[in-house]
């Protein structure tokens, strides 16, 4: 089965200060791969996927990812964050092929700050 | 663009008590989910359906129950609430089997709690 691991609980930084949200996954097989935003009061949506292809990923708002293989990791990254990108941000992973249950982190709650 | 649609958005309840969140998608998805979300273990899903008039147990299923229908709609049913129950539940769509990446539409929430 497979896990998501987001070791962060909560990540505070300066606005335009760059951010990295961490993530790490276990599965045995090829696994799709997805990062969520959840802005204050609202429900999650889609910020970037990884389905095959490029390893480097590139989602909305200025937000990329890069899936690293072999050290089983997918973490978020973004050069200069802004006040906006005040959220909490989840992992999520599943199985490629047919229907499979997408598997969530625990969240990580990015805190920007002027 | 209406896409995921929960209703209530607030419900307050007393232990014992019965409930029915309401789901509808307008986007004729295949597939929709009920999670939960409490602070500190992210989202776990309850029960989800591939199709019309079928439903499935998720992770955490005990407690509630579930009916899909119609396509578009998929309920979530409280029969006896109990404090534990005290959430917020999200419904989520997504494409069917030979469409389907593992995206999910979410609606944006409802707060239930339990007294």
């Known amino acids: 089965a497979q896990s998501v691991t987001q070791l962060d609980s909560q990540v505070p930084v300066f606005e335009e200060a760059p951010v990295e949200l961490r993530c790490n996954y276990s599965?045995?097989?090829?696994?799709?791969l997805f990062w969520y935003v959840q802005y204050p009061n609202q429900g999650l949506q889609l910020l970037l996927k990884?389905?095959?292809?490029?390893?480097l990923v590139k989602g909305i708002n200025g937000f990329e990812a890069e899936f690293n293989k072999s050290q089983t990791s997918f973490h978020l990254r973004k050069p200069s964050v802004h006040i906006s990108d005040t959220a909490e941000y989840f992992c999520?992973?599943?199985?490629?092929?047919?229907?499979?249950?997408?598997?969530f982190g625990t969240g990580t709650r990015l805190l920007v700050s002027p | 663009n209406a896409g995921v649609t929960q209703t209530p958005k607030f419900r307050v309840l007393k232990t014992g008590q019965s409930m029915t969140l309401l789901c509808a998608q307008d986007?004729?998805?295949?597939?929709m989910y009920w999670y939960r979300q409490d602070p500190g273990m992210g989202l776990r899903l309850i029960h989800y359906?591939?199709?019309?008039?079928?439903?499935a147990k998720g992770e955490v299923p005990d407690g509630y129950n579930v009916s899909r229908l119609k396509k578009q709609n998929f309920l979530l049913g409280l029969e006896s609430a109990a404090p534990s129950q005290t959430s917020v539940y999200f419904c989520?769509?997504?494409?069917?089997?030979?469409?389907?990446?593992?995206?999910?539409?979410f609606g944006e929430g409802s707060r239930l709690t339990v007294l």
């Open positions: 989520a769509s997504s494409y069917g089997r030979y469409a389907n990446t593992g995206e999910l539409f």
């Open positions: 359906s591939v199709g019309e008039g079928t439903t």
């Open positions: 999520a992973v599943t199985r490629g092929g047919g229907f499979q249950k997408l598997v």
């Open positions: 986007m004729n998805h295949e597939y």
């Open positions: 990884y389905l095959s292809g490029s390893t």
């Open positions: 599965s045995s097989v090829s696994v799709y």
